[in-house]
């Protein structure tokens, strides 16, 4: 680990966890710029929406030492985006929840895909990290070509949509690949 690695702190989000969660605005305007790598939806959508798992698992890993970038991928590239374990199974079983009006269905990103055929916003996925211990995977090494880091109730739920050929299914979908740096 590089001197400067160390020396990055992510602040916490203050009362993660309470009803009165810190706004994601407060949250942010108290990150330094070595973080500023990090693209702010991914800051809000992984890092102070999951706090406490990102925290223990992923922060070792210094994610603002990542590459981002925005891409755009067909349904067949998201059905590449694996995950360690028994993962993609369990996400296909909640994918039919999600696309035969089941109570999953009604969860608000839910209804917004089942509408819109797309995320509301994109997951986030790691590009040829099969070189790397997944920080919650037992031991076991990324997946390849794509590891799923953060998005597992929309990608079930696009998943579900795909393979039940749901009629609003969009062809292309936006997804935050990370090049992850050791």
């Given at each position: 680990?590089?001197?400067?690695?160390?020396?990055?702190?992510?602040?916490?989000?203050?009362?993660?966890?309470d009803?009165?969660?810190?706004?994601?605005?407060?949250?942010?305007?108290?990150?330094?710029?070595?973080?500023?790598?990090?693209?702010?939806?991914?800051?809000e959508?992984?890092?102070h929406?999951?706090?406490?798992d990102?925290?223990?698992?992923?922060e070792?890993?210094?994610?603002?030492?990542?590459?981002?970038s925005?891409?755009?991928?067909?349904?067949?590239?998201?059905?590449?985006?694996?995950?360690?374990?028994?993962w993609?199974?369990?996400?296909?079983?909640?994918?039919?929840?999600?696309?035969n009006?089941?109570?999953?269905?009604?969860?608000?990103?839910?209804?917004?895909?089942?509408?819109?055929?797309?995320?509301?916003?994109?997951?986030?996925?790691?590009?040829?990290a099969?070189?790397?211990?997944?920080?919650?995977?037992f031991?076991?090494k990324?997946?390849?070509?794509?590891q799923?880091?953060?998005?597992?109730?929309r990608l079930?739920c696009?998943?579900?949509?795909?393979?039940?050929?749901h009629?609003?299914?969009?062809?292309?979908?936006?997804?935050?690949?990370?090049e992850?740096?050791?």
């Open positions: 680990m590089s001197s400067r690695a160390s020396t990055v702190v992510y602040p916490a989000v203050a009362r993660w966890g009803i009165d969660r810190e706004s994601f605005d407060s949250y942010y305007a108290r990150w330094p710029p070595e973080l500023r790598t990090i693209p702010r939806s991914v800051a959508d992984w890092i929406r999951h706090w406490r990102f925290h223990e698992y992923w070792p890993l210094q994610p603002h030492r990542w590459r981002f925005l891409q755009r991928f067909s349904n067949e590239r998201i059905l590449s985006v694996d995950h360690v374990l028994e993609i199974p369990e996400l296909d079983a909640e994918g039919v929840e999600y696309v009006g089941a109570e999953r269905s009604r969860a608000g990103f839910a209804q917004f895909m089942l509408a819109q055929g797309t995320f509301p916003v994109p997951i986030l996925v790691a590009e040829n099969g070189h790397i211990v997944h920080p919650r995977g031991g076991e990324m997946k390849q070509p794509f799923l880091i953060e998005g597992h109730c079930a696009i998943r579900g949509m795909i393979q039940s050929r009629k609003r299914l969009q062809e292309q979908h936006e997804v935050w690949v990370a992850l740096r050791e």
